[in-house]
């Protein structure tokens, strides 16, 4: 599957949100519940096309996508005002997942978080935008 961002940086063709399989999704709304404690997902509401994209969403009340599309960006690093508030409370790395949790095993990270490590991606994207 071809590599695609949400607004806020979230790798979407890593989530398992979008899988046709209702125990994936499933399992995925367990390990939310586990680990955010999310408890409005089901199996049939977490359904995701991507944010960027005018189908499913897991998340409609989402203020970054809300910004984003606003604004007519590609993702949060085409904003003048990168990184902002709003951003920075969703944004996260591998470590800050690790030290807000603990150790989290491989079959629930890769699950429930990994499409969530964002701050290198947009990072990246906002370094070859020419900012650094």
């Known amino acids: ?20 399989d209702s125990r994936v999704r499933q399992k995925l709304v367990d390990g939310w519940r586990k680990y955010f404690g999310h408890k409005n997902y089901t199996v049939e509401n977490v359904r995701c096309d991507g944010c960027l994209h005018n189908g499913r969403l897991a998340d409609k009340n989402c203020p970054v996508r809300a910004c984003v599309m606003e604004r007519k960006l590609k993702n949060c690093a ?50 070859d935008l020419g900012n650094i």
């Not at 607004?7 to 046709?20: E, K, N, Q, V």
């Not at 003048?80 to 997942?97: D, H, T």
């Open 1 to 20: 599957m071809k590599k695609e961002l949400s607004c806020c940086g979230y790798r979407c063709d890593l989530c398992a949100a979008r899988s046709d």
């Open 78 to 127: 085409y904003c003048i005002e990168f990184p902002c508030k709003l951003l920075k409370k969703v944004m996260c790395s591998r470590k800050e997942l690790q030290e807000r949790f603990g150790d989290i095993p491989e079959e629930d990270f890769n699950l429930c978080m990994r499409q969530f490590i964002s701050y290198p991606v947009l990072m990246k994207i906002w370094k």
